[in-house]
């Protein structure tokens, strides 16, 4: 999950009164009938400024083609 720092700082100035999370999906493609998730991340913003992300890379059981791995630059190897 790739976050600014100025959007981080955006996010603190809208006076949270509760926990606001971003999720993020790295997938094998753009096509939501036969592609898969190959990463999640989560980023969380507490009302009190404090953060927290997570993120998990999928084994998606398929190869990943070479023109996903340029643009997320996770590869077969990472997720095995």
């Known amino acids: ?11 603190m100035e809208l006076n949270l009164h509760r926990p606001l999370c971003f999720f993020d999906l790295e997938t094998t ?7 898969r998730i ?14 927290e992300s997570r993120t998990w890379l999928v084994n998606p059981e398929r190869p990943i083609p070479a023109e996903c ?6 590869t077969n190897e990472k997720v095995a």
């Open 1 to 11: 999950l790739v976050l600014s720092l100025h959007s981080i700082n955006l996010a």
């Open 29 to 35: 493609g753009t096509d939501i009938c036969k592609d």
């Open 38 to 51: 190959v990463e999640i991340s989560i980023f969380k913003v507490y009302p009190n400024e404090n953060k």
């Open 69 to 74: 791995v340029a643009v997320h630059g996770i």
